[in-house]
């Protein structure tokens, strides 16, 4: 059998302050990075014959600079969830957002916020 992939979307929420740094968000001016402070979550379900597996990518965003992601795995037959975590720290310029992992390296993402949802790199996520 293939290999079956849904997106479940959560409800949106309302937008938090960011840095004090001036600039444009997606197509809006204001304060660089206001709409990305948050909770943002990205929910995948995938089919294995019978059996499904979840995978939740959940990105905390502080108005300090702080931030978490969260990667939630749970495979329905084994009945548990295997959950990873990874503090960082963020900074926008532009549309670009640098993660600086703790201990683990940099990413940097090309980043808007359009209706409600959070694009890291194309990919979206839904505010919680």
Known sequence: MGLVVL????????VG?????????G?????QGQSL????????VFQH??????????W????DGSCERRVATT?????????TSSTCRWSVAGTVVTIQFDGAGS?????????GTLLLNGVPFQRV
Do not use: H, K, Y
Not at 17 to 25: N, V
Not at 27 to 31: I, L, P, Q, V
Not at 75 to 83: I, M, V
């Open 27 to 31: 197509g809006t001016s204001g304060t």
């Open 60 to 63: 905390l965003f502080g108005p």
């Open 49 to 58: 014959g019978n059996d499904f597996t979840t995978s939740e990518t959940t």
């Open 17 to 25: 302050t960011g840095p004090s740094r001036t600039g444009t968000i």
């Open 75 to 83: 495979t329905l037959s084994a009945g548990f969830t295997d959950t």
């Open 37 to 44: 402070v948050g909770t943002w979550r990205r929910t995948l």
């Open 107 to 115: 990413a940097q993402f090309s980043w808007s916020v359009q209706s």
């Open 7 to 14: 997106l479940m979307l959560t409800a949106c929420g309302p």
